[in-house]
């Protein structure tokens, strides 16, 4: 929807401030040009706001913009801040994301309020201090937020909670980073992410890869081009475009051919570790489909595999960058080919005698196993822009986090019902598995320990069970928070805020599968005329 609402004000160019009524209407053509649920048009109608608003607000300095967050971030039960008559007194305790935000925007020069309530906003507004607002709240407050900020012509955007209710809320924090930081320093913060993610994924067919690759010699290599163009997000190949693009200051819709070596590389590097973890997992699917070793045995997926990380190394060879430059880039590649096959190793020893592992040891095999191909995708491309050894170190840091949550968040996926490899059921590592280890007593304990038994056969729903009772499923999600938001606080040693900014909008377009599930009960109970509150379920 925000891809569809950036579009969309593209094309119309609609003039703020805009009252909220009009901007329902805007989100009505939206809806109608998108085929929309209906259900959405006020959230909408806040995405056009902020679209609209947007290049404004990078031109504010930070120390003229307010950031007005709501007391219901806080755990209420836990917190111990008191409140005055400008609302909380954040006490910095940890237990919320409150603290992150006030103590990150207030870095940058922001005035930060905790509070509710229109009366004292429009007081600020009315000191002229202040010149443009960041707020996030839910909906039916935001609505009444608009009248006052379009009164004063003052440029507001807004993030909604994901959800009602008036007690332990949360937000996307993506988009609340992103919007807190947007500066006009920052030249991506009009890239069309999912344009470039799309240039990026046109690059994977046939009669590219040929222009690319160069023609194919035999079968051997044609099989290796398909498995290359099959199904995959290329997160890889766009993240080793998208270091290239903001570095090199290069149009997106003007990458050199050469370049595309570079990203293929990347993906040939990423597709030969599928095939062969697929052998060393013995998977059947993938993307849907039979994997390579069971589609054409395990003696002609191994050599396809071995074939792909040639071609990923002969590509980075012939690309035009200067030696250097090449050097960097194969040193790059192999340090992380030797990081991944050390963690691949360590699992794979596990499995000769498997049994509980700490989850510091899930968290290790993971940082080992899936961060480095996130590192060389993203330096490899830094590389062929060239740049110095401080964002190279940044990148690393940066990568090591998003890498482990990426982890963390694959196995989320692989615990829902409609996952093609189940954990559980092949008695592999997992973060699920390794907390309620941690975690389990008596009974339970039994049943999580008797995954790694050979001779006993554990039915899945009994450690589902085990996962529910202990509300693993909330401790592994919390972990993912951390890490993303570990990955993000690595941003602050870059002095390149156009990277700085991208990188920003990077964990957002990986990690977003956020939903906004309802507004608040609280407002709405004040003024449902029966004075009971309304609540609708958005997604």
Known sequence: MRVAATRFVKATTPIP????????????KLIANENFDPLFRDYLAILINNFAWKDILATIPYNRRLLLLPKCLRIEEHCPAPFDEFGLLCKECGLCSIQDLQVEAEKLGYAVLVAEGSTLVMSIIETGKIEAIVGVSCMSVLEKAFGYMEAAAIPGVAIPLLQDDCINTTVDMEWVWELIHLTSEDRTHRLDLEGLRETVDSWFTTESLEKIMGPTVNSCDT??????????????????????????????????????????????????????????????????MKTLHMESGVAVALNIGDLLIGEGYRLIAECDASAEAICEMIRIAADGHRTLSLGQGAELAWQESPGPLKSTEILDIFQKKTAPAFEVAL?????????????????????????????????????????EASDIASARPSIFLSIAGERAKGEQSDIISSVWDPNKETPTEAVLAVYADLKIDDRVQGLLEAYKEEAIRHLSDLSHPSLKGLLRRVMGKIFNDLQVKGWCHEFEAGNAPSGTPVSETTG
């Open 17 to 28: 401030p805009l009252t909220f009524e009009a901007l329902k209407v805007e989100a009505d």
């Open 223 to 288: 099989q290796a081009r398909d498995w290359l163009c099959r199904a995959g997000k290329r997160w890889r190949p766009f993240l080793s475009a998208c270091t290239y693009t903001v570095l090199a200051e290069v149009d997106p819709t003007q990458i050199p051919e050469d370049f595309k070596k570079i990203a293929v590389a990347v993906e040939c590097f990423h597709k030969a570790s599928l095939i062969h973890d697929d052998i060393e997992d013995g998977d059947d699917l993938r993307y849907g």
């Open 379 to 419: 330096r490899v491309g830094a590389a062929y822009a060239g740049t110095d050894e401080n964002i190279h170190n940044v990148l690393t840091q940066y990568s090591r986090s998003m890498g482990i949550a990426y982890q963390i968040m694959d196995d989320i996926d692989d615990n829902k019902e409609e996952a």
